[in-house]
């Protein structure tokens, strides 16, 4: 509908080390994917450390965008055209 094209992956199929930290398990999958930067939705700005993923060597960023609704909100409420221009109106932090 947006014309966006991501490939998906499901974290469990990833081959990596598992561990019981949350963490720990995101940077072995950033590690697995040869990731140096991962952007993680602003509700996990209390979750993860920038410091502990830099230590790793990756760069770690929350992304907080203008609008507070949902995507699913977004399409049943806005126009394609207002939904392409709000998902470009981010900042990273």
Do not use: P
Not at 33 to 58: P, V, W
Not at 64 to 83: F, P, Q, R, V, W
């Amino acid at each position: 509908y947006l014309d966006i094209h991501t490939k998906i992956k499901t974290s469990s199929i990833i081959d990596r080390e598992k561990t019981d930290d949350k963490a720990k398990n995101l940077i072995n999958i950033c590690n697995s994917q040869n990731m140096n930067h991962y952007i993680n939705a602003i509700g996990g700005i209390e979750l993860y450390d920038k410091k502990c993923f830099e230590s790793h060597g990756i760069k770690l960023n929350f992304i907080k965008g203008a609008s507070s609704l949902s995507i699913i909100d977004m399409c049943m409420n806005t126009s394609k055209e207002e939904i392409k221009n709000q998902l470009t109106d981010f900042i990273l932090i």
